[in-house]
């Protein structure tokens, strides 16, 4: 892989589809469920444009065991994020599907973190990784953003406090250097942003750069929009540089970050299409709806083309000011009665997922 965003839209678009159609004909050999639903439905398998490119509701995870390889041959299993009593989603991964995500996400990060490995603080707990053959999304995000540093050091204790001594001793020994923080956004406001200010901590992250994700709804149920977490954490942290991340766990690996100008990004082996949420029909720029993801990467089980339960609007194509080509995007939020899944949203009343 080569810089994911230096193609523009068109010559993107006509090499996805080729990849993608591929993986719909693998899938339809090696998955008998997924091959009925597409038969019932009389969808094509040669797609001419992404948009015709079937697509399977994101939750149907939840209720099929869909996987497109021989059971031996399942390395890793992620489960995807949900509060005590609902179903989550099992995603199954192969050693070449699990090494595809691991590269494609190095690739889509290296645009802002470079080809060094930083000092790592995880805005986590290490407990989340206790199983390393199946994860959490949660877990899945911890371990996939690893790869980025060094030195790593977990800022929360199992009890979800601020380790601070052992914050400030890390921050010291680094001091001068660019440090990478990780962390999911909910927790990032809950457990180290409020902690910090209710106790008046001095606490400076200074030279670091924030990469972070999911649980957004209750942020806003405080009323914090991602203008108003970023200017806090500075405020508050001293945190300079903050890029958010949309991503879900069954489409690990196919991740849009944000750019210089806070804009979601689509990289060259994945995209976004926006559909109508009553008649599916694709919506133009501008206009909101559901957010359908592409990615060439999942082989190991039917996850190419999915359509989400989030609501997001494209707001162009091949002009972003930062000088990215592709589409570019925003995520608005769930749609109304959808689960309450979000990496971080899960976590509550002490209950970790």
Same mark, same amino acid.
């Given at each position: ?227 108003? +977490? ?25 991740? +849009? ?71 570019? +995007? ?16 899960? +976590? ?6």
């Amino acid at each position: 892989m080569t810089f994911p965003y230096h193609l523009l839209q068109a010559e993107k678009e006509s090499e996805l589809v080729v990849k993608l159609n591929e993986l719909t004909r693998w899938h339809t050999e090696n998955c008998y469920e997924y091959k009925s639903m597409l038969e019932k439905s009389n969808a094509l398998l040669e797609a001419s444009c992404l948009e015709e490119v079937p697509f399977l509701p994101v939750q149907l995870f939840k209720l099929m065991n869909l996987k497109s390889v021989s059971q031996e041959n399942v390395v890793k299993v992620l489960t995807s994020s949900g509060t005590t009593g609902q179903q989550v989603s099992k995603i199954y991964l192969d050693k070449e599907t699990s090494i595809a995500q691991t590269k494609a996400l190095v690739e889509v990060m290296k645009p802002i973190l470079g080809n060094k490995r930083l000092p790592m603080i995880l805005l986590d707990t290490k407990s989340v990784l206790k199983d390393r053959k199946s994860f959490s999304a949660r877990g899945a995000g911890i371990l996939g953003f690893s790869n980025f540093g060094r030195k790593h050091f977990y800022a929360l204790n199992d009890d979800m406090t601020l380790d601070v001594e052992g914050l400030q001793a890390y921050l010291k020994e680094y001091e001068g250097q660019r440090i990478l923080l990780f962390g999911f956004t909910f927790m990032i406001w809950q457990y180290v942003y409020k902690e910090i200010r209710d106790k008046g901590l001095n606490i400076n992250f200074n030279n670091s750069v924030l990469i972070h994700g999911g649980g957004w709804k209750k942020l806003k149920d405080d009323a914090v929009d991602a203008l108003t +977490f970023n200017h806090l954490l500075s405020e508050q942290l001293s945190i300079q540089e903050v890029h958010n991340y949309y991503g879900m766990v069954e489409q690990v690996g196919s991740i +849009f970050v944000e750019c210089s100008k806070g804009h979601l990004h689509a990289p060259s082996y994945a995209d976004v299409i926006i559909r109508n949420p009553i008649t599916f029909d694709v919506l133009p720029v501008g206009q909101q709806g559901l957010i359908q993801v592409v990615s060439e990467l999942p082989k190991s089980y039917p996850g190419h083309s999915l359509l989400t339960e989030d609501l997001g609007t494209i707001l162009g194509i091949d002009d972003c000011p930062c000088g990215w080509k592709g589409k570019y +995007f925003s995520v608005v939020g769930r749609i109304p009665k959808a689960e309450l899944r979000g990496c971080s949203d899960t +976590f509550q009343g002490g209950v970790r997922l």
